[in-house]
């Protein structure tokens, strides 16, 4: 039996005194959101970052993005940037094997943070993972993706199991919406078998195939901004 009591509104450290800003990756599902909102609780800044495949994937999961986003953000000014991932994962899908692409793709995806990150003046990035929740979150497969970036990786719900963090979803409004359906950009150009023991080195290989700096220069200056108020 699994016991989650979490108060559904904003605690503990209150805003501005934490000092920190982060960059939480945020996609049409139940994880990030609630990632993102324990982080932001903790008084924490947010901006956010969606990774999306259109005009290959429908726009839905983007309005997706936008409804959470719009739940879980949590100072007025905070911006979601809407990436287009498609370029990458095309290189990805001709020149590398399907069993190392969603460690390619989630590569990518930190850096690609990171850089944001580093224009937001943010210190770390905040993503969904739970460890083992799905075969591509492995021990292993975390610190490969940590290994490309400088800026620490927070995990908030890398101890909770799916029962728990669908709790908390409910809790803060956000589970309603990620339960409709959407294309998640991580598992489009990728099926069977995920690698489940990767190795840096190893996937460093992988990557020198594909202009891999230059396609992240390219996803960061077309990443579009949207806010509240206003998109860009």
């Known amino acids: 039996m699994t016991y989650v009591s979490i108060d559904a509104q904003d605690s503990g450290v209150p805003q501005g005194t934490g000092h920190s800003k982060a960059v939480a990756l945020i996609s049409g599902g139940i994880d990030s959101p609630v990632a993102a909102w324990l982080i932001g609780r903790r008084g924490v800044s947010l901006d956010f970052v969606h990774f999306h495949s259109y005009p290959f994937s429908c726009s839905s999961a983007i309005e997706k993005a936008k409804e959470l986003y719009l739940k879980v953000r949590n100072r007025e000014g905070s911006e979601l940037l809407l990436v287009p991932f498609l370029e990458l994962q095309e290189a990805v899908l001709r020149n590398i094997p399907n069993r190392y692409r969603i460690v390619v793709y989630r590569r990518a995806m930190a850096v690609i943070a ?98 891999l700096m230059s396609i992240v220069k390219r996803c960061v200056d077309s990443a579009t901004r949207f806010n509240a108020a206003v998109s860009v």
């Open 114 to 211: 990171e850089r944001i990150a580093q224009m937001k003046g943010a210190s770390f990035i905040v993503t969904g993972d739970s460890l083992g929740q799905v075969s591509s979150q492995t021990l292993q497969n975390l610190a490969t993706v940590d290994s490309a970036v400088s800026l620490p990786i927070v995990r908030p719900l890398i101890g909770f199991d799916k029962t728990e963090i669908i709790e908390i979803a409910r809790k803060i409004g956000t589970y309603d919406i990620s339960i409709r359906p959407h294309e998640d950009c991580c598992t489009l150009f990728a099926a069977g078998n995920p690698a489940t023991r990767t190795v840096s080195s190893q996937i460093k290989a992988e990557e020198e195939k594909i202009d």
